[in-house]
């Protein structure tokens, strides 16, 4: 017996309602979009429109509107973006063929499972967050985290206290009246704190401190702005994003080490006079 092709291979075909476009689907999808007309659908309810079968004008409109609710994606495997409608449960990559999960979880209490999904994650005030991976395209942030948390869009904080888990983010969001320290370094593209943050930062884009808002530790990052108002102590280090932390310390290093020797030449001589290194 002749085994399935490769392009076919764990896969179905499903038909858009909608327009009657085929294609490959996975077999575990609930729901997907037709990569022709943009129409959601659920490929095991889905029944193609008959070829002299002409949609009304309220389907029409339905259609249209449908199609304007959409949002963007990551694909945690290729990182590759998509726009799929906002009612989608779920989505196959059509760069990698991957699955991608989009539903929202709300967490309330001790959580350890891993969670993988491109959709919102809401880590309430009672919970208490171990998972050795939660990542999704938002997150919600008014708990403990002890684990590891990856968010491909925007992590909006709002919590008192300590974080010893992990946080990386293309966004994050640090909100009023939180007071927040985080023991590990946070890695993101920008970062707008309206709160009072201590932490290590190592941004790829900018750092806005808004009024009121106060930043204390050490910032890597290719620029920050502070309002009037916003407070910064710490060591802050202007570079470029490729320019990685390790190299940016070693600089650091040498800076301190030409600090030290400038404060050597300019020790007392016998005559109680600063000797400045120069030969009269």
């Not at 499903?14 to 659920?42: I, N, V």
């Not at 979880?105 to 491109?118: A, E, G, H, P, Y």
């Not at 309430?124 to 942030?141: G, I, M, N, P, W």
């Not at 990386?168 to 939180?178: C, D, M, V």
Request: hydrophobic content about 35%.
């Amino acid at each position: 017996m002749s085994g399935p092709t490769p392009q076919s291979a764990g896969k179905v075909a499903r038909t858009c309602p909608q327009c009657g476009f085929k294609q490959l689907e996975s077999p575990y999808a609930k729901s997907t979009f037709c990569r022709k007309c943009g129409e959601h659908y659920e490929p095991g309810k889905a029944k193609p429109i008959l070829r002299n079968e002409r949609p009304s004008l309220l389907s029409k409109v339905g259609a249209f509107l449908s199609r304007h609710k959409t949002r963007q994606i990551t694909c945690f495997d290729c990182a590759a973006v998509q726009t799929v409608s906002s009612s989608s449960s779920s989505s196959i990559c059509p760069h990698c063929s991957a699955y991608i999960d989009l539903s929202d979880f709300k967490i309330n209490t001790v959580f350890s499972r891993v969670i993988q999904t491109q959709g919102t994650v809401v880590i309430d005030s009672k919970a208490d967050v171990t998972s050795s991976k939660v990542a999704c395209r938002e997150a919600h942030l008014k708990g403990k985290l002890r684990g590891n948390l990856l968010c491909t869009g925007t992590a909006h904080i709002k919590w008192k206290g300590k974080i010893t888990g992990s946080l990386e983010a293309g966004h994050i969001a640090i909100a009023k009246r939180s007071e927040v320290e985080f023991v590990r370094t946070v890695k993101a593209k920008s970062i707008e704190i309206a709160g009072k943050v201590l932490a290590n930062l190592q941004v790829d884009g900018t750092v806005k401190i808004a009024k009121r808002g106060r930043l204390e530790g050490t910032v890597h990052a290719k620029g920050i702005v502070v309002e009037k108002g916003g407070i910064f102590l710490g060591e802050l280090v202007i570079a470029p994003a490729a320019l990685h932390q390790p190299a940016l310390s070693g600089a650091s290093q040498s800076v301190q080490k030409q600090s030290k020797t400038k404060k050597q030449s300019a020790a007392p001589s016998q005559d109680g006079q600063p000797d400045l290194g120069l030969n009269l």
